[in-house]
């Protein structure tokens, strides 16, 4: 029986973010872009690149993505030109569309739960866990949305799974879907740095994406939870999972129950499932409903994600014939959304060893709200002080001396007025159409576990 030591959990304090440890020989930094703009507020900052890698440095000789190329040039900010990211995506599609639903995974390995477009932090988790490119990952979706920097994770994962097609796993999230990338800011994302195409791309790879695995025929892995339609691991692989996820049945509990808190176990102490209310679809699933599974499948535990964490992870009622925790939840996002100041973990299993491992937040680039440029993000402080400056100039009119009538004077503030109405103008209108093609008016969601 796999044991589980809480204890041997340690933290990585917060630090930036480091180098991963890949091999990166004669890949040098360039700073002449740097050195290029001395009138930077920041000097110390680098300024990100101005092109997109050429396709040279994406790919190798043998047309596979470089992921260590790619690492770097994320970090800086940079973007790939959109045909080289559709490229990366397909060729990785055509690897997640040959697995089966069910992966079947043997340790030594690391699990990692929700990374919401973190990709700073992604950084620190691989420096925790152990370079991409000797060990081995399973990652339990939530790639996406959120965070700000989701085209860089998703694509960087992508290039690793490529690379090495048989030691990094995706397993599909509840948010690698149409519906929500829309809602939240994926898809926003994607049209700032690249195109519709590109967006459309991902959806067609988010669709081949595995729906759980076993591990060590010990530990299912799912994203979400159980389903009162699934009874077997078996069940999973009957599952039509190339498609968006429906809103009930048995791929939709896959990807969005949740386990019971013990105050609804109490009230409803005969229920194995209920409405998962917070969610607003799927259920929530009873310590007695994970018992029964894990006792018909043989098996020792539920490995989940899904569902932020104070501590970075969760450990639930253990099961009393094997004294295991019932359900592990981790969380690998830490200060999810920049507020929430939790901590990250990941598992790592080894010799059926458990250990919880947690990591802090790293600072990030500053992304203004729905991707906005400074200029269209200034104009509503631009048009209000533009205001007082009208406001002002027509409480004076009324009590100027009568030197004022000058007729100079005169000449100059009816220029000086014309100049002013026409900014107001341009700015009205430009609010004005902003308000139409923005996207910023969507209600903001309150579902914090999602």
Known sequence: MPHVDPTSSHEVLQRSSGELNTSNEGLELDTSVASTQPERGLPQVRAPPSEPLDRSAVFDEDGRPRPHILCKHFRDGGVLRPEDVIEI???????????????????????????????????????????????????????????????EVTLYLLSLKIARPTAIWLLRGNHECRHLTSYFNFREECLHKYNEEVYDTFMACFDALPLAA??????????????????????????????????????????WADPMEDEEEQMCPDALYLHNELRGCSYVFSFAAVRQFLVDNKLAGIVRAHEAQDEGFRMFRKVEETGFPSVICVFSAPNYCDTYDNKASILEVNNKLLQIRQFHSVEHPYVLPNFMNAFTWSLPFVFDKVGDIVSLLSGCSANRPASWEDSVFIRRGGVMRAKVKAVIRFLWLRRRVGQKLSVSDRPTPTQNKR
């Open 89 to 151: 995506i397909q060729s990785a599609a055509s690897i997640l569309r040959h697995e089966p639903n069910v992966l079947v995974l043997e340790d030594p390995i690391t699990i990692c739960g929700d990374v919401h477009g973190q990709y700073f932090d992604l950084m620190t988790l691989f420096e925790l866990g152990g370079d991409p490119s000797v060990t081995q990952y399973l990652f339990l979706g939530d790639y996406v949305d959120r965070g700000c920097f989701s085209t």
């Open 214 to 255: 076993l591990l060590n025929s010990t530990f299912l892995c799912v994203h979400g939870g159980l389903s009162p339609d699934i009874k077997s691991v078996d069940d999973i692989s009957l599952i039509d999972r190339f498609r968006e996820p429906p809103t009930s049945g048995a791929m939709c509990d896959l990807l």
